[in-house]
T-cell receptor, first 112, second 113 residues
Framework: EAGVAQSPRYKIIEKRQSVAFWCNPI?????LYWYQQILGQGPKLLIQ????????DSQLPKDRFSAERLKGVDSTLKIQPAKLEDSAVYLC??????????FGPGTRLTVT | GQQVMQIPQYQHVQEGEDFTTYCNSS?????IQWYKQRPGGHPVFLIQ?????EVKKQKRLTFQFGEAKKNSSLHITATQTTDVGTYFC?????????????FGKGTKLSVIP
């Protein structure tokens, strides 16, 4: 079975610019997560979707971050405007149930 | 979500030596999951422990869940260079009708050939 797909793999932008990340979860996985992983730390949940509805976005900086999951499949995460502290790897994960999460390869964002 | 503490943060071992990482929580856990992240890679699920005192083995890896379900450990026997990476434990928490994971900061393992 195909894994979680993410693009782009790398992105370099200047502060105050905007950026968008795309994720395609494993087919049939209703739950989709976006995580931020800063170097040397564990993944931190930003937002969780169940089908196309937001379940939890309490840790999403809503003044600059937004996410959507249209039709309950693909998802996009946007940052506008970016700050230096947004430099991190953005991981998308999907799950069929509560047993395990499958992570995509991530997008490494560098904000200069 | 409530935190889990992992120790040590870093571990350097000679190939063939054993390695252990510990995961501790101040509250009782319903279960604990372990993930491995290779350098430059993404987290990959290893195992979930659910029962008090549970011990599970995967080849050279032994996972334990404490009797009080507040701590867990991962032990690797006779490390190999393929074991290099960061090992995370993750605890679940439920909120707003959702089920999510809170990850520890991980233990980064380096294996010296």
């Amino acid at each position: 079975e195909a894994g979680v797909a993410q693009s782009p793999r790398y992105k370099i932008i200047e502060k105050r610019q905007s950026v968008a990340f795309w994720c395609n979860p494993i087919s049939g996985h209703a739950t989709l997560y976006w995580y931020q992983q800063i170097l040397g730390q564990g993944p931190k949940l930003l937002i969780q979707f169940q089908n196309n509805g937001v379940v939890d976005d309490s840790q999403l900086p809503k003044d600059r971050f937004s996410a959507e999951r249209l039709k309950g499949v693909d998802s996009t995460l946007k940052i506008q405007p970016a700050k230096l502290e947004d430099s991190a790897v953005y991981l998308c994960a999907s799950s069929l149930d509560i047993y395990e999460q499958y992570f995509g390869p991530g997008t490494r964002l560098t904000v200069t | 979500g409530q935190q889990v503490m992992q120790i040590p943060q870093y571990q350097h071992v000679q190939e063939g030596e054993d390695f252990t990482t510990y995961c501790n929580s101040s509250t009782t856990l319903s279960n604990i999951q372990w993930y491995k992240q290779r350098p430059g890679g993404h987290p990959v699920f290893l195992i979930q422990l659910v029962k008090s005192g549970e011990v599970k083995k995967q080849k050279r890896l032994t996972f334990q869940f404490g009797e009080a379900k507040k701590n867990s450990s991962l032990h690797i026997t006779a490390t190999q260079t393929t074991d290099v990476g960061t090992y995370f434990c993750a605890r679940p928490y439920s909120g707003a009708g959702s089920y999510q994971l809170t990850f520890g900061k991980g233990t980064k393992l380096s294996v010296i050939p």
